[in-house]
């Protein structure tokens, strides 16, 4: 499946190509992506996450804290 990063974050849309955005809750990173990332194995089984997000940036940002916060729900079928 194909969707944005489970994480909680914001972006305010303006006319700009790329609008800002701001992470929210980073305490709760780590309880949202589990959480996610259980009801994606009920549903298909094995996960495998691809990143496909711009490294640099604002979005590098994001890449980063999904990253770090993956350690925390990788397993033998979720990678």
């Not at 969707?3 to 972006?11: C, D, K, N, T, V």
């Not at 701001?22 to 990173?29: A, M």
């Not at 940036?57 to 033998?76: I, N, W």
Request: hydrophobic content about 40%.
């Amino acid at each position: 499946i194909r969707g944005s990063i489970p994480l909680l974050w914001q972006q305010i849309v303006d006319l700009t190509y790329k609008p800002k955005f701001e992470l929210l809750k980073l305490e709760e990173h780590p309880r949202v992506l589990e959480r996610h990332i259980l009801d994606l194995r009920k549903k298909y089984g094995a996960v495998l996450a691809v990143d496909l997000v711009n490294k640099h940036g604002g979005e590098g940002r994001l890449c980063e804290k999904f990253g770090s916060t993956m350690q925390h729900v990788a397993s033998d079928d979720v990678r």
